[in-house]
């Protein structure tokens, strides 16, 4: 499964960007499909993730909550990830991420990694 990750860019702080991820060569409904992020000299961390089942149940970390939204569109194949009221803090490149049969909600568990897209929030 390839992954193919756009929408970021540059913003201004209080903006909105909307990601995209839409794998390739297959179905991506028996997959969790989630983001992550890395900012320079940080570890990756979880950001947002939508499972493989119950109509797709969604997780956000306690950083982006209120603010981002994931959601899947299974015609399109392609999960998006809405960020609003983007703060400079959120500066870091975003990784699409799938885990089959799971939430791609923990690093260790990820089956598949997207490129990253660059996301920028100017102050």
């Known amino acids: 499964v390839q992954l193919q990750a756009s929408g970021g860019g540059l913003v201004q702080a209080g903006g909105s960007l909307r990601l995209s991820c839409a794998p390739s060569?297959?179905?991506?409904?028996?997959?969790?499909m989630g983001w992550f992020r890395q900012a320079p000299g940080k570890e990756r961390e979880f950001v947002a993730a939508?499972?493989?089942?119950?109509?797709?149940?969604?997780y956000y970390s306690d950083s982006v909550k209120g603010r981002f939204t994931i959601s899947r569109d299974n015609a399109k194949n392609t999960v998006y990830l809405q960020m609003n009221s983007l703060k400079p803090e959120d500066t870091a490149v975003y990784y699409c991420a799938a885990e089959r049969y799971g939430t791609s909600r923990y690093l260790n568990d990820v089956d598949y990694w997207g490129k990253g897209t660059q996301v920028t929030v100017s102050s």
């Open positions: 939508s499972s493989s089942w119950g109509g797709g149940t969604t």
């Open positions: 060569g297959r179905s991506f409904t028996t997959y969790g």
